[in-house]
Antibody, heavy 118, light 107 residues
């Protein structure tokens, strides 16, 4: 059974850097074709894709956030880390990580809510 | 970027109704599309992948069709637990893009 869980701060100040960790089980990020991605959802708004990292360390980013977002993996710990620099109140959202295969993203974590406020 | 235009943005329906939601891609994406259901405060849950394949565990009343640029999610007989927001997601090319969502409400 594939499970993912996001963790990190619930409150960050404007201009700070957000670091979120996705800890997963039920699959290996060293398996060919597998990836872990991040999306977010501002309150009352639609889903937005942010970044993806694959088993071979290929990384993909949303163009709108590419200059601020970094995704890394620690295969031995079954973790993927997302960092977002220069946080702004518009970055207030629930952040989800998900398991990706050739057939898309099949499972998302429960999400973690991040508020940006001074 | 591939734009996913989802319609309608909301609809009101009754239990037992047949409901259809559409996603249109700004360029061809083969069948690289999934449909997700999201209830308030919960993570999205995939119902359909590869445009028309039912996710294991998803109810049989959900079906998907389409290829290329036009895709449809159909709920054959709406049940109380189906009142939620539905999203399509294309993974044919980067950036991955979601439709804007369809909120299905009780009439």
């Amino acid at each position: 059974q594939i499970t993912l869980k996001e963790s990190g701060p619930t409150l960050v100040k404007p201009t700070q850097t957000l670091t979120l960790t996705c800890t997963f089980s039920g699959f290996s990020l060293s398996t060919r074709g597998v990836g872990v991605g991040w999306i977010r959802q501002p309150p009352g708004e639609a889903l937005e894709w942010l970044a993806l990292i694959y088993w071979d360390d290929v990384k993909r980013y949303s163009p709108s956030l590419k200059s601020r977002v970094t995704i890394t993996k620690d295969t031995s710990k079954n973790q993927v880390v997302l960092t977002v620099t220069n946080m702004d109140p518009v970055d207030t959202a629930t952040y989800y990580c998900g398991h990706k295969t050739y057939y898309g993203v099949d499972v998302w974590g429960q999400g973690t809510t991040v508020t940006v406020s001074s | 970027d591939i734009q996913m235009t989802q319609s309608p943005s909301s609809l009101s329906a009754s239990v037992g109704d047949r409901v259809t939601i559409t996603c249109r891609a700004s360029q061809g994406i083969r069948n690289d599309l999934g449909w997700y259901q999201q209830t308030p405060g919960k993570a999205p849950k995939r119902l359909i992948y590869a445009a028309s394949t039912l996710q294991s565990g998803a109810p049989l009343r959900f079906s998907g069709s389409g290829s290329g640029t036009e895709f449809t999610l159909t709920i054959s007989s709406l049940q109380p637990e189906d009142f939620a927001t539905y999203y399509c997601l294309q993974h044919n090319s980067y950036p991955l893009t979601f439709g804007g969502g369809t909120k299905v409400e009780i009439k």
